[in-house]
């Protein structure tokens, strides 16, 4: 049975949750680890769920938390819980496998990204319901980008202006997700990178700071503070 959030919403969000975080360090699951009290998880899904447009919510979690995970997420909001995969990829393919008839709109949105807010959840909708099959969040690169080669020598200056930061949440036409996994090869960690595969045109938006991803300690310690000022 497939929890529904807004039975009038048309969009479905993946929430890939199922990764070791081993660049955060040692420690339980990244998305399990508490931010403010509460699991990085908690922090996502409960801004996913302020989106108006969100009719359902997956999330892979780890095999060995979808219990706990679903116990965790049941005062939060309705989702469904699955058990994720090795590689991101197949914990999208398994989210997606669980998405209900209905949403014809899929977002897919790191866990890691817990801090981002529910109008960039819209925004990226709102997108590809204009008409994009494949809408991206992102941010203009503000560090000067040198080449280098393997023995860290520079090569040369890179042009900034063409190159974006990408966020999730990322949003596709429903159809276009799901062929884009089936005729997936090597796991890559970039949904659009698959569409891209597939010869489908993919469409920026605005992304937001607030999507910032946790990677590192020192991302997790920013968005302690981030939220300490109100975020
Ligand atoms: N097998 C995996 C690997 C990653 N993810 C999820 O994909 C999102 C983006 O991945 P990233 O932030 O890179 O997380 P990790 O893979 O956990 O990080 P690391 O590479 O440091 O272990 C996260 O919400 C993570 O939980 C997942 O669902 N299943
Ligand atoms: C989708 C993503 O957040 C950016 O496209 C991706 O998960 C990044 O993963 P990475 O392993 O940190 O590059």
């Not at 989210?95 to 890691?112: C, N, S, T």
Request: aromatic share 0%.
């Amino acid at each position: 049975m497939t929890a529904q959030l807004n039975p009038r919403g048309d969009v479905a969000v993946l929430v890939p949750a199922a990764g070791a975080g081993v660049r955060l360090g040692p420690g339980a699951p990244k998305a399990l680890r508490p931010l403010a009290g509460e699991a990085l998880l908690v922090h996502a899904v409960r801004r996913i769920a302020a989106a108006p447009s969100v009719h359902t919510i997956v999330v892979a979690a780890p095999v060995a938390d979808v219990e706990s995970v679903r116990a965790m997420l049941a005062p939060v909001a309705p989702v469904t819980v699955v058990p994720g995969g090795a590689e991101r990829q197949a914990s999208v393919a398994a989210a997606l496998a669980a998405v209900p008839a209905g949403p014809e709109i899929v977002l897919v949105h790191d866990a890691a990204r817990a801090l981002t807010p529910p109008e960039l959840v819209e925004s990226v909708a709102g997108a590809v319901r204009s008409g994009h099959d494949a809408v991206i969040p992102v941010l203009p690169v503000v560090d000067t980008i040198k080449e280098v080669d393997a023995g860290e020598r520079v090569l040369g200056t890179v042009d900034r202006s063409a190159l974006r930061a990408v966020q999730t949440p990322q949003g596709f036409r429903r159809t276009v997700l799901a062929a884009a996994h089936a005729a997936a090869g090597d796991p890559l960690t970039d949904d659009a990178g698959l569409v891209e595969k597939q010869g489908v045109p993919v469409v920026c938006v605005a992304g937001s700071e607030l999507a910032l991803k946790i990677t590192r300690p020192f991302d997790l310690a920013l968005a302690e503070r981030l939220l300490a000022a109100g975020a």
